[in-house]
């Protein structure tokens, strides 16, 4: 039998699922092109540094896409911070050739650790909220007045009581049959003296 799972997913783990793909993309970019990325923002020669955030993303990544994203979400979340905090520094230089593109990783970085925070805080809800205490309702009878003055109260109600389904055949009209015991058999199938006979 074939199940679709997807379709038990909560919003916040399609969007774990999302940022996931997104680290993972993103990773293998950084670790097979670093020198594009320092290029781009004006830092070159700090392609190890690339390359290392580059294994973060995907790491990140892959523990998004497991059945408990919240911690690698988490890790996510700092190792963004951490680039913000590296942009920044590099925007406080006025005399950087490349503010426009600085200023645009900070947009995007910031977008992806706004979004990182919020999953990984969904998510932790979420499993805090399976992992609880289980109401215990074993106290509750489904009668809130009390079981007493739940007794005959259908029949104080003054509705009126349903019908049966068929009538009891003690009390069904028409003249009674007596059952024979010579039975026969004609052309049409059916025994002549039977109940059916009518």
């Known amino acids: 039998m074939n199940l679709d799972r997807s379709r038990s997913l909560q919003p916040s783990d399609r969007m774990a699922r999302g940022l996931g793909w997104l680290g993972i993309g993103l990773g293998l970019y950084q670790l097979l092109a670093p020198r594009s990325v320092t290029r781009a923002l004006g830092v070159e020669g700090a392609e190890a540094i690339v390359r290392t955030c580059g294994a973060r993303g995907v790491a990140t990544g892959v523990g998004a896409l497991t059945v408990n994203p919240g911690p690698a979400l988490w890790a996510r979340s700092a190792g963004d911070a951490l680039d913000l905090a590296a942009l920044l520094a590099l925007l406080a230089d006025r005399d950087h050739p490349k503010r426009g593109s600085v200023k645009l990783a900070l947009l995007f970085v910031g977008a992806g650790t706004a979004a990182s925070l919020y999953c990984a805080q969904a998510q932790t809800r ?73």
């Open 126 to 198: 979420e499993r805090a909220y399976r992992g609880g205490r289980t109401p215990d309702y074993s106290g509750r009878s489904g009668f809130p007045l009390g079981v007493e003055r739940a007794r005959g109260a259908a029949a104080s109600s003054g509705l009126p009581s349903r019908p049966a389904a068929l009538p009891s055949p003690a009390r069904s009209p028409g003249p009674r049959l007596q059952a024979t015991s010579s039975r026969q058999r004609d052309t049409s199938g059916y025994a002549k003296g039977s109940d059916y006979d009518y």
